[in-house]
């Protein structure tokens, strides 16, 4: 498995939102291509990766037809293909690779769940790879790979990745990859993007400490409700694309199939290990964000029994002082405290001491 990678925490308080997929197509025909995602690209991009423990090649070319005839004959071959909105280059794609109309519909299907299919001649999955782009953004890019016999197609809604490393090291010949078939590729790609998952649950470990800090430390009057709520979506979001692919994984370890070799098997287990590792720290964090809700509003809340404790204690002291002043504000013609030559005087002391008493009080009920 590759090395997780650390990351520095993200900035506080604006979280990074997703724009999620909603076009709906109701009423179609099964096994119409019809794209659901945002990432339009008006050209496709089309990368071909030809490799075998001695040779490499690779090239990129604007058209699916163009990389048919690039491929020698007993290499491993990786198509990945960038851009699902031109509709027409999958469907040649689909026609030279005999896939069937459903799989076709599934890899325009951004809202298509995370699920694997089996063919006599290949097998289909569809996962979701997550990630941080340069800018701090959260991505959430719909990816499917058909796997062959000498091949794995890839597809991609745009350009951009997870997968440098793993080219540099078929590049390079570094690793297992180049003197493997096209099942340990497949496992490899699977394996960055579960990869990336974790950088995923480090980043949120990060945003939850970094607002239990704000809580604790009680330092400001920023509303913190929203960065709260956008953690918790974002949760939800990891939470609903991995707990499918866990499944998926599962279903790969125990398939039968002559195109995966007993040895990837070993592999898939390890990243079936990895997986549940992820969704069992996704319940973990879901938990946590709930509680860091729960913290801020009790938060809230203590804060203002703190200020109806002090108001109280005003009222408490100011009302015998009210009750004294009221008496003597009377309107009667006949007050004899009036007409004492110091009774202004005491009446100040009595309240001084009133107050000097009351406070002295609810010093020793520890109220102040």
Request: no cysteine; hydrophobic share 40%.
């Amino acid at each position: 498995m590759n090395k997780r990678l650390k990351i520095k925490k993200p900035r506080i308080p604006k979280l990074p939102k997703i724009k999620r997929a909603h076009k709906i197509i109701q009423n179609d025909v099964p096994g119409t291509l019809t794209y659901t995602g945002f990432k339009e690209q008006k050209h496709v991009s089309v990368e071909l990766i030809d490799y075998s423990p001695n040779t490499y090649t690779a090239i990129t070319v604007d058209d699916v037809s163009k990389a048919f005839n690039k491929q020698l004959p007993g290499d491993i071959s990786w198509i990945n293909v960038n851009g699902l909105s031109q509709i027409d280059q999958i469907e040649k794609l689909g026609q030279h690779y005999n896939l069937h109309p459903l799989i076709l519909e599934d890899i325009v299907d951004t809202n298509q769940r995370p699920k694997i299919d089996e063919y006599p001649d290949y097998l289909f999955i569809v996962f979701k790879m997550l990630y941080y782009d340069e800018h701090g953004t959260f991505m959430n890019e719909h990816i499917s790979l058909v796997l062959g016999e000498n091949f794995l197609i890839t597809f991609q809604e745009a350009d951009g990745d997870v997968f440098d490393s793993l080219r540099q090291r078929i590049a390079n010949s570094k690793g297992r990859v180049r003197n493997a078939g096209s099942d340990y590729l497949m496992f490899a790609i699977m394996d960055a993007v579960v990869d990336h998952y974790f950088t995923l649950i480090e980043a949120m470990s990060d945003r939850i400490e970094s607002l239990e800090d704000i809580l604790f430390a009680n330092t400001a009057e920023q509303d913190i409700t929203q960065d709260i709520q956008e953690l918790k979506r974002e949760v939800l979001r990891l939470r609903k694309a991995v707990f499918p692919f866990r499944e998926v994984v599962n279903r790969l370890e125990k398939i039968d199939s002559t195109l995966i070799d007993e040895k990837t098997i070993t592999y898939i287990r390890d990243l079936y290990d990895h997986v549940t590792q992820v969704t069992d720290s996704i319940d973990i964090y879901r938990e946590m964000t709930w509680g860091l809700m729960d913290m801020y509003m009790t938060t809230i809340s203590n804060k203002m029994n703190e200020v109806m404790k002090v108001l109280t204690i005003m009222a408490s002291i100011f009302i015998p002082l009210t009750f004294m002043a009221g008496i003597y504000g009377m309107n009667f013609d006949y007050i004899p405290e009036l007409h004492f030559k110091y009774g202004y005087f005491y009446l100040w002391g009595a309240m001084i001491t009133v107050f000097i008493g009351l406070l002295y009080y609810f010093k020793r009920k520890k109220w102040l």
